[in-house]
């Protein structure tokens, strides 16, 4: 997501103002989904990538708005973004289960901390020429808009698998797709090929997301995916179901056997 208050470009002003907007609108998409996961305890079937990675790029953002200098609506859309999506990691971070918490811990520590930390310093430290600085800077929020768009596949992949859009949130999806149009055409009427880049995917991704919906939108949740890592714990009861039912069946055909073999016996002893 980005902008910037400049009125030389009159259409790329206005979808700036309305970038800011959906943009809004996009991060408020998953209060639903946190006042689900509040009531219930529990981040059920919830992934932190898509929030840990969005932080992530708001932050990005707003250093490269620091380094072009008067791109106002940028620091403010995204400095927003930065509140919220921290609320929404510390939320999942309270309430999911130990394994789910040390792998959104790790990539907190990885990305938000370690990762962003180094783009700072090497931006800063090696690159002295303004102009080269900013280019650089904008190639590398490209790259990690495109991953705030690719974080969702591990949800898609599990709506594909699951065939239910329980997880899923359809506010998050489409507000994302709206945004992307918006920012793409902000991007093609500033000439800001940084913007417009990403925004490219992202609708792509949103339109997926969508259409999964669409798909897949009358499909009860599997009860194994009520709570969350049930859906391997029922594997495995399944798994040692079938062997108990191999051992059960081998031990009665033993048993058959042993008959026939013992009713044999009787038979030639009484010859």
Known sequence: MAGGLSLDHPWAFAFGILGNAVSFMVYLAPLPTFYRIYRKKSTEGFKSEPYVVALFS?????FYALIKKDAYLLITINSFGCV??????LMFLLYASKKARVHTFKMIMLLNVGLSSLIVLCILLLISNGSLRLQVL??????????????PLSIIRQVIRTKSVEFMPFNLSFFLTLSAVVW???GLCSRDIYV????????????????L???YKDTKVPKSLETE????????????????KKTSNDEIERAREEDKANNMGVEKSRV
């Not at 708001?58 to 707003?62: G, H, T, V």
């Not at 919220?84 to 990691?89: D, G, H, L, N, S």
């Not at 904008?138 to 974080?151: M, P």
């Open 213 to 215: 919906y669409i798909i």
């Open 138 to 151: 904008g190639w590398i929020c490209v790259a990690f808009s495109v991953s705030v768009f690719v974080a």
């Open 196 to 211: 417009a880049l990403p925004n490219i995917l992202g609708f792509a991704f949103g339109a997926i997301q969508m259409l």
């Open 229 to 244: 890592g049930k859906l391997s714990s029922v594997e495995i009861i399944v798994a040692n179901d079938t062997e108990v």
């Open 84 to 89: 919220i999506e921290t609320i929404y990691t």
């Open 184 to 186: 793409f055409s902000f």
């Open 58 to 62: 708001a932050m990005l953002w707003i």
